[in-house]
C-alpha cells in the first residue's frame, strides 16, 4: 500500500504525518530520516489497529507480476 505523507520542515528538522492514519506523526533530523521514521510509524500503526481489530498477525511482501 501507499500512504500519502506530509512533511514540514522547521529549525529542528522535519516533523512528518500521515494524515490518513490519524495519530501517525514522526519526525528526523533530516527529510530523508523523517520518511525512514514515518515508515516505521506507519507498520506499528497498522499493526496496532490489527490487534485491536484481532487480527493475530498481519505481514508485509512484494509480488511480481
Known amino acids: 500500500m ?8 522547521s529549525d529542528d ?3 512528518v504525518s500521515c494524515q490518513s492514519l490519524p495519530g ?6 533530516t527529510r530523508e530520516e523523517a520518511v525512514e ?11 496496532v489497529e490489527a490487534e485491536e481489530s484481532g ?5 508485509e511482501d512484494l509480488v511480481a507480476i
Open 2 to 9: 501507499q500512504y500519502r505523507i506530509r512533511l514540514i520542515q
Open 13 to 15: 528538522g522535519w516533523a
Open 24 to 29: 501517525c506523526h514522526s519526525q528526523g533530523d
Open 37 to 47: 521514521n514515518i515508515k516505521s510509524a506507519i507498520r506499528e500503526w497498522l499493526q
Open 55 to 59: 487480527v493475530s498477525k498481519v505481514e
